[in-house]
Structure formats: structure tokens, C-alpha cells
């Protein structure tokens, strides 16, 4: 039996299959062995770089605020790892101290966060914030001219500005806060109705009180910031009917305006120091 020429063709082009195949093989292996091993050193060279510019630089050259460090600064190879470190410590501080840090240390820790440290440090002395009471007993309103009168209601004079009550780089005149500086301001007020059944029986049912707190500024006339009212029914065997009214918000006021309080009937404002009270502080 004779066999064809090309009979002995696909063993071996199976050989040089198999052959391609294992060579490929170790090319790739030893391919990956050596970036393995390149990446290894690139790696141990970066952190021995680090490791040498934490190493070899001051403590406060490391916490030194990045926005000082001009141009030249950031050609230094060590820059960015300074850097890179200052973010990580400065968001760990914020995180886990920022309501510990004492003020023995602040001196020390504004230069590493001047930031954090000004916006969160108090100023006790430059403080604007006044709270007047009133002086348990009734209050009372001076005559009026009712042509000169430009606001509704009966305005409070009988604050108290001695404890519990404070003025703290506030001043009142006449029953009105002097705002001392331009600014937004929290501003509230708190009044304490009491009506006496025996003594007023027939306004017994369906009362109406009235709060209203207003701005004195250049314009002609008071301007109304605040105005609250409810209507209640008090039964005629109790001794006495109890309401009281609380309103607050913030205003933008400017030096030398002046704020006062005024109710709907003064006759029936009880002036407990802790139940009537007026107040306004300095927010920003």
C-alpha cells in the first residue's frame, strides 16, 4: 500500500502548534514576572521617596497651609505627599476634635487649622445680645398722643434689664433695644396674658389677643416685623384665664434701628419675669 505525499502533514503541523503555544506561553509568564517585579521596585522607590521627604522635613513645614506655597514650592518633589498628608490630618482633626480642642491648645492648633479654628472660635467680648423681662406686676403704658401714634397696639415700656435679664453691648431706651451694629438678627418676644373672670365677666368668651413687635428705622412710620393673634375662650369658673404669645425670626437691621413690643390690651399683660420677655441677638 502507497501513501500520499502530504500524508505526514497534520502531525506535524500539530508539533509546531503545540510549540507555538508553550513558547507563547512563557513569554507571557516571564512578561508578567518582570512588570511584577518592575511595579514591585517603582513601588518600594515611591514609598522610600515619601518615606524620605516626611523623614528629613520640619513638623511645620508638613502642616504649613497649601494656599501659602507659591509656584516654586510645587517643583519640589516632596510637595504633594506634604500636601496629600495636610488634607488627610486636617479632615481626621475635623472629624474626630473639632468640639474638644481646648482653648490652651488653640494657638498652637490654629496654625495647623487656621481655618476651621476661625470659624468656629467664639469672641465672648464682641457679643451683641440683650434679653429684658418683665418686672412682675402689670404692665402699664405711658399716655400716648394718638396723633403721633403710628403703630397698633399698646407698646411695653416696664422692661427689666436686671437678672435674669441682660444687655450685653445693647442698650434700651423707652422700651425700645437700640441695635449698636448692621446685621441679621434673631429677634423675639414672648407676652403673658392674664384675665381676671371675677373682674371682667363679661369678656369671659371669645377674647382676642394681639402681639405684634415693630422696626423704628428712618421711614415716617414704625415698620410691622412681627404679628401673631389668637382668640380664646375662657371658661367663667376659673379663677383666672392664662394665654400667653411667642413669635421670633431673623431681620436684617442696621445700626441705630430700634425694636419694641406692643399687645392689644395692655391691662391684661402680667409681666412675670419669666413668662413675659424680650430679646434680640446678633446672628452675623
Known amino acids: 500500500m502507497m501513501f500520499a505525499p502530504g500524508s505526514h502533514s497534520f502531525p506535524l503541523c500539530g508539533l509546531v502548534l503545540i510549540l507555538a503555544v508553550l513558547l507563547q506561553s512563557v513569554f507571557v509568564a516571564v512578561t508578567y ?6 511595579l514591585k521596585q517603582l513601588r518600594e522607590t515611591y514609598m522610600k521617596s515619601n518615606i524620605a521627604c516626611l523623614s528629613g522635613a520640619d513638623l511645620g513645614d508638613i502642616f504649613h497651609s497649601a494656599d501659602s506655597w507659591d509656584g516654586d514650592g510645587r517643583s519640589d518633589p516632596c510637595w504633594e505627599v506634604k500636601s496629600q498628608l495636610q488634607i488627610l490630618i486636617k479632615k481626621i482633626l475635623l472629624k474626630n476634635y473639632k468640639s474638644e480642642i481646648s482653648a490652651a491648645v ?22 451683641i445680645a440683650a434679653h429684658v423681662t ?8 405711658p399716655p400716648q398722643n394718638t396723633l403721633m401714634k403710628k403703630f397698633t397696639g399698646h407698646k411695653i415700656h416696664g422692661w427689666k434689664s436686671l437678672k435674669p435679664s441682660f444687655l450685653h453691648n445693647l442698650r434700651i431706651e423707652h422700651g425700645e433695644l437700640v441695635i449698636p451694629k448692621s446685621g441679621f438678627y434673631y429677634v423675639y418676644s414672648q407676652t403673658y396674658f392674664r384675665q381676671d373672670s371675677n373682674r371682667h365677666p363679661e369678656e369671659g ?4 389677643l394681639v402681639q405684634q413687635i415693630y422696626k423704628v428705622a428712618n421711614y415716617p412710620d414704625p415698620i410691622l416685623l412681627m404679628k401673631n393673634a389668637k382668640t380664646t375662650c375662657w371658661s367663667k369658673d376659673a379663677e383666672y384665664g392664662l394665654q400667653s404669645i411667642y413669635q421670633g425670626g431673623v431681620f436684617k437691621l442696621n445700626e441705630n434701628d430700634r425694636i419694641f413690643v406692643t399687645v392689644s390690651d395692655i391691662s391684661m399683660i402680667d409681666m412675670d419675669e419669666n413668662a413675659t420677655f424680650f430679646g434680640a441677638f446678633l446672628v452675623v
Not at 33 to 38: A, C, K, L, Q, V
Open 106 to 127: 488653640k494657638g498652637k492648633v490654629s496654625e495647623i487649622l487656621p481655618l476651621a479654628i476661625s470659624q468656629n472660635q467664639e469672641h465672648p467680648g464682641h457679643a
Open 33 to 38: 514576572i518582570y512588570f511584577t517585579n518592575e
Open 134 to 141: 418683665g418686672n412682675n406686676q402689670k404692665a402699664s403704658s
Open 205 to 208: 368668651k371669645g377674647k382676642q
